[in-house]
């Protein structure tokens, strides 16, 4: 089975500061993918960042980077210089042998309000 | 392309009434998925095509629950008596070929905006 652990309900971050939105996962497969999505109010889940499990550096993308500590089990998001556009829910997620591969487990999420 | 579609984007319904979501994704993406989020809680998985074969489905699908792909493209999702507790956002994904297996797992799910259905 696969579990995704998000236990920030909520974050508030300065503009242009810096925030870690933590995330921690738990499955037996090998091999597995991580993923963080953006949920704004309209709705829509957006891709963000990707990260295998044998990546052995840690992904980024833009303002963006993946925190992959594997034996750990975390997959913490790091957003960089912070816009008012990033308020939005934030999404941890998996795939894996165990979900078929196809099979997306989510978590929670955490609720980020940027302020001005 | 402008990414994948969603139709209604909002229902209200009355209790024991059938309802029918449309989606159609990413013209390229073979693969098509349907998610359910209720309030507070992420996405979770409902059932998953290849083409026109639907090839997984959760136990979240009870026997009111019914999808389809007839040509291997867009999807529709029907609710037949609808409960309450169906009250939900239904979101459709899609993703390409080549996922599956080990070193295939990186190909994201690329989502629409989501139905949101109100039972009353």
């Known amino acids: ?116 | 392309d402008t990414g994948v579609s969603q139709d209604p984007r909002h229902k209200i319904t009355k209790r024991g009434q059938n309802v029918t979501f449309r989606c159609d994704p990413i013209s390229e993406h073979n693969r098509l998925y349907w998610y359910r989020q209720t309030l507070g809680q992420g996405p979770e998985f409902l059932t998953y095509f290849q083409n026109e074969a639907q090839l997984e489905k959760s136990r979240l699908l009870s026997d009111r629950f019914s999808a389809e792909r007839p040509k291997g493209s867009f999807s529709t999702l029907e609710i037949q008596r609808t409960e309450q507790g169906d009250s939900a956002m239904y979101l459709c994904a899609s993703s390409s070929s080549g996922f599956g297996g080990p070193g295939a797992v990186n190909t994201e799910a690329f989502f629409g905006q989501g139905t949101r259905l109100t039972v009353v």
């Not at chain 1, 999505?37 to 891709?47: A, C, L, T």
């Open chain 1, 1 to 116: 089975a696969q579990k995704i652990t998000q236990t920030q309900p909520g974050m508030f971050v300065q503009e242009k500061e810096a925030v870690t939105l933590d995330c921690t996962y738990d499955t037996s497969d090998q091999s597995y993918g991580l993923f963080w999505y953006k949920q704004p109010s309209s709705g829509e889940m957006i891709f963000l960042i990707y990260q295998g499990s044998y990546d052995e550096q840690n992904a980024t993308e833009g303002r963006y980077s993946l925190n992959f500590q594997k034996a750990r089990k975390s997959a913490n998001l790091v957003i960089s210089a912070s816009q008012l556009g990033d308020s939005a829910m934030y999404f941890c997620a998996m795939r894996g042998l165990s979900g078929g591969y196809q099979k997306v487990t989510f978590g929670i999420g955490t609720k980020l309000q940027v302020i001005p």
